[in-house]
């Protein structure tokens, strides 16, 4: 059954915004799939980090025009991303340069306050950059790993052995809030509130699932929270949510002259502030998706949910159709009646071919899709796919059309009668 559309979307005056969407291969439009690689970027985007360019750039704290202009680009990203993710205030916010590298700079902040003994725990569904860190951190430390695991016929974690893994010796819940593979949506709550009784803080990898739905860091109430801007039709450039008490306790490792005050104190170096500057206009087209609503963080939230009810379309219309495709399996949820509890992001084999000779065939199309494991190591090998090339995945976000997922439905059918 497919939810009931309260808000009509209309995708195609918003694909007018993105220049990358309008390229052709032998005539034919190219179609972007790969959105869980990297979202296409509005003319908004291009122009804003042009734009600081062109007013010349300069380092920030200087008193003089161009570097006070910097500051203003700073402070503007900072307060974008605030209102993104529903942050208490702007020093809640670390920029730096991707979410692993955020991650891997909270990782060895927290385990200096970790002692041999201790444990952590990871899931089985998350991208390698929100378990890799943690590991490392742990082997550092003396500090045991606990795995949750997910069920592999429908890709959904195992929240009932979450109880079990738990205890007073716990100090770090790190999981994804959907995953970049399958697009299983994790329930954020009950994982939150049971970290947080043993005393737990909750890490929260947001980068598949912030182009998807609504993040709520407040609602949440999670300790961090991290996401890629690209993935969300911005640049380069990692955005972290931090609660404040904890980014001010926790030892930064940086250089000596810098801020000893969050969120500074976490931004290592000098900024991309031309990132920074798409980093706002990337909020603003999202929150442009949300009108007629005038304040900043209601137009993010009807945004998303004029989004999430056109992806559940889309997601419908591409299981129902992958269901004829003789030799096609899909991976994680399938069920019509629970799409809210996925991404429109799909892993799939076909009959035939391997993941990598499939993407191939896709590409010579026009349709650009991604093979492999794409980082989400732990997810391939417990589906165990891992040693025969992973999977290929196919993503949409909100700019892909109903023809564009009847034209790949239309050549996975066509190559799979070859």
Sequence with gaps: MS??????????????????????IDGRPVLFLDGPGGTQVPERVIKAMNGYWLKGSSNQGGPFLTSQQTDETVAAARQAIQTLYNARSPEEIVFGQNMTSLTFALSRALARTWQPGDEIIVTRLDHDANISPWLMAAEDSGVTVRWLDFRPEDCTLRLDQLPDL????????AFTLASNAVGTITDVAPIV??????????????VHYTPHGLVDVQAWDCDFLVSSVYKYFGPHTGALYGKYEHLDRLTAYKVRPSSNQPPGKWETGTQSFESLAG??????????????EKNPRQRIIRAMERIKQYETEISERFI??????????????????CLEQ??????????GYTPAELAVRLG???IFVWDGHYYAIAVMERLGVLEQGGLLR????????????DRVLTALYTLAQK
């Design 364 to 366: 010579e199309q026009g």
């Design 279 to 292: 980093v706002a206009a990337a909020v603003d087209y999202l929150g442009s998706l949300g009108k007629p």
């Design 166 to 173: 738990l205890n007073e010796r716990t100090r770090l819940v």
């Design 342 to 351: 996925r991404t429109p992001t799909f892993a799939l084999t076909l009959e």
């Design 3 to 24: 939810l009931t559309t309260q808000f009509f979307f209309n995708p195609y005056p918003f694909r007018e915004q993105f220049p990358a969407l309008h390229q052709k």
């Design 394 to 405: 196919i993503g949409f976000v909100h700019y892909n059309t109903m023809d564009e997922v």
């Design 193 to 206: 509130r049971l970290a947080h009784q043993v005393g737990a803080l909750v890490y929260l990898d947001a």
């Design 320 to 337: 129902k159709g992958a269901a004829s495709i003789p030799g096609l399996r899909l991976y994680g949820i399938t069920d019509i009646e």
